[in-house]
């Protein structure tokens, strides 16, 4: 934490001092075609912000991915909220925010080569591939910032500018506390990103930079003692903190924003450093107006190096553990006294040198990139340190043609040597514009041939009783979607065929699925537009696995929102109105807390109310407000009134009753 504060005033005070230095070239954004409806919810879906004085430009500004030539517009949709927050609409967490996280959908993990194997806090992370580089015309910052009921705050950050016509910087920070309802689920999380990209006054040479550390930190509790406990008439327990849980019952509640101690849980860390350098060759050109000669740059092949560093620290504590629980979930024997302490630690190196080659100057978004990259690995534990390597190549084409009409992406990926040889990963997809009347029709493929984790294969430092012989993993994925704008109407569907699954069977014994099974997953996004200020979005999903499968899912998952929404007034943007989801009752998977991974179950059906949210959210020019009462689906009248009847989101792990929630959305364009 304290590494994180040194970096944050540091980044601060370079920014203030750049500011004076920031230019503002009036360059058009644009929008990448399938961007602009994806997620149907109300309002347009991206932005250029409109900020004018006597004195200044209006700012446009814009943003790519890493690996993208597609340009961006910021985000300004108002009615769905989950895009403003780390947690999303399809996925379960262990009931606070910044607990534990898993997908309601069949979503495996499908990259091939080395995986530490730790996922569980993944949704909190900041990530190199989802860094943003935008291109600013002055300087732009967000401010969102959330407080909720017993003490809950998340605050995200972000400042980005043109310190130059052609060199942007960005800077992130996020940072999400919460002490939860129930004893021992406390959760502080921080990260910080700084991102930059500049581009040569030629256009030959380009350079990206990305400095990014998360810090996740969640208590742990096991869930609580038993489900009882929720309808017991025992007036204490109407305040859920006073409910036995099963680890961790020893940590006092606390609402100080600054405390981060932490007695039984989970802390894992992360540090990214990523350099690319990008040199061009190609044919100069120019375009002439009445007042000004615009220099361009077409590159008919580029070279590519990129090093990347990667820092990762995982841990499990308890210093007060239960020797009760431990012996029966997971056969770790304690005496009076004892303490618990796992740790696995690792670092990344990673040198890639790739070349493009661009067939059609005037088309930069048709290439074919080729590539090569050494992986170097450090695996530490306290009982000394293990090296290894991999040694991959990889291929890549794009081709978005000029007319808009086709998209054809493919790339893959082969480890030739090294601790993971013989994975690899092929992939292909399709979009082609039928008409302006029936949109678009995307159709794809991917193959992945991948080793399991190494904390399912290998021998580490946390309690694992693990399987010999563990085969890799193959899982096949058939994909189709169709994407209609006029009709506000997207159909998506899935076909996952999964080979030699590799996963935790109970607490820490691992097992792999050498059977085939296979996985359908239909999913139906529509926006039907009931009267000029009431709208319903409805996303529906089907899924259903067929074969020996050691998989649990819902049937049928669906999310409602009816709203209220326009434009009244002059400046004033509103959207009011109820959200509801829903799956279907099913086999929840469980949660190992000291191994940080879910795992399938049998003996426990959670069958769950709708879970139904009433909002208010508004825009008055630069400024959003959200006002969401959330829960409200566990009133209950058996014991009088009150907020209990609590849904689960695994065995023993009860979302919380009633909370309030209040946050703002601010932008300022200096």
């Known amino acids: 934490m304290k590494r994180i504060r040194i970096y944050l005033l540091l980044i601060l005070f370079s920014f203030q001092s750049s500011s004076l230095l920031a230019q503002r070239p009036n360059l058009p954004g644009g929008l990448g075609r399938m961007g602009a409806f994806r997620g149907s919810g109300g309002q347009s879906d991206s932005l250029q912000f409109q900020h004018r004085d006597p004195f200044a430009d209006s700012l446009t500004i814009r943003f790519r991915y890493l690996d993208s030539s597609r340009n961006y517009n910021i985000d300004s949709n108002l009615t769905d909220y989950y895009r403003k927050i780390p947690l999303k609409w399809d996925l379960a967490w262990l009931g606070n925010n910044g607990n534990a996280t898993t ?93 930059s990209y500049y581009q040569s006054p030629n256009k030959r040479y380009g350079l990206y930079f990305i400095l990014l550390n998360n810090s996740l ?123 618990l302490l796992y740790k696995d630690g690792w670092k990344e190196i990673i040198n890639d040198f790739s070349i493009y080659q661009f067939p059609d100057i005037r088309n930069q978004q048709q290439f074919l990139k080729l590539g090569v990259s050494a992986q170097n690995l450090t695996y530490i534990i306290d009982t000394g340190h293990s090296r290894f390597y991999n040694f991959y190549a990889h291929a890549e084409y794009r081709n978005r043609t000029r007319n808009g009409k086709w998209d054809v992406q493919s790339n893959g990926q082969l480890y030739i040597n090294g601790l993971n040889a013989g994975d690899y990963m092929a992939y292909i997809s399709l979009q082609r514009l039928l008409s302006r009347k029936l949109g678009y029709l995307e159709l794809g493929f991917q193959n992945i041939n991948q080793t399991p984790s190494f904390l399912l294969g290998h021998q580490t430092a946390f309690p694992i009783a693990y399987k010999n012989g563990l085969n890799k993993e193959n899982i096949t994925h058939l994909f189709a979607s169709v994407l209609i704008p006029p009709k506000k109407l997207t159909l998506e ?75 009244f007034f002059k400046n004033l943007v ?29 003996s426990i059906r959670i069958s769950n109310r709708p879970d139904i949210a009433g909002f208010l959210h508004f825009r008055i ?50």
């Open 103 to 195: 997908s309601l959908l069949f979503n495996p993990f499908m990259k091939p080569g080395w995986d530490p194997g730790f996922h569980a806090y993944d949704q909190y992370a900041f990530k190199v591939e989802d860094t943003r580089f935008y291109y600013a015309t002055r300087p732009y910052t967000e401010l969102n910032y959330l407080i909720g009921s017993i003490g809950e705050q998340y605050m995200n950050l972000m400042q980005t500018q043109n310190i130059k016509p052609n060199w942007n910087a960005a800077f992130q920070f996020r940072l999400i506390n919460s002490p939860g309802l129930y004893k021992s689920q406390n959760t502080n999380h921080a990260n910080i990103r700084l991102n």
């Open 217 to 339: 930190q969640s208590a742990e509790n096991g869930g609580i003692a038993s489900d009882s406990f929720l309808n017991n008439k025992n007036s204490a327990y109407s305040d859920r903190f006073n409910i036995p849980v099963n680890i961790g019952g020893a940590t006092a509640r606390s609402r100080n924003f600054f405390n981060t101690k932490l007695l039984t849980g989970n802390k894992y860390t992360d540090f990214h450093l990523l350099i690319r350098q990008q040199f061009d060759l190609g044919k100069k050109d120019s375009v002439v107006t009445d007042s000004t000669v615009i220099k361009l740059f077409y590159p008919r092949l580029r070279f590519e190096y990129t090093f990347s560093y990667g820092s990762y620290k995982y841990k499990f504590q308890d210093l007060t553990p239960d020797s009760a629980y431990y012996k029966d979930q997971y056969n770790i024997y304690l005496t009076p006294g004892d303490t």
């Open 493 to 567: 569907g899935h076909y996952y065929l999964v080979g030699n699954f590799a996963y935790l069977k109970n607490y820490y014994e691992v097992d792999q699925q050498t059977a085939l099974f296979n996985v359908l997953l239909l999913k139906l996004s529509k926006e039907i537009v009931l009267s000029k200020y009431w709208h319903w979005y409805i996303d529906v999903v089907f899924q259903k696995t067929a074969g020996a499968s050691p998989i649990n899912i819902p049937l049928f998952y669906t999310r409602n929102r009816l709203v209220f929404e326009g434009r």
């Open 574 to 602: 509103l959207a009011t109105g109820m959200d509801m989801r829903y799956n279907t009752p099913y086999t929840a998977d469980n949660y190992s807390p000291v191994l940080g991974r879910f795992f399938p179950q049998e």
């Open 621 to 670: 020019r630069s400024f959003t407000a959200f006002i969401r009462a959330e829960n409200i689906n566990s009133i209950n009248f058996q014991n009088g009134f009150s907020f209990s009847a609590n849904n689960l989101a695994a065995p023993l792990y009860p979302y919380p009753g009633f909370q309030f929630k209040f946050g703002i959305f601010w932008v300022f364009a200096n």
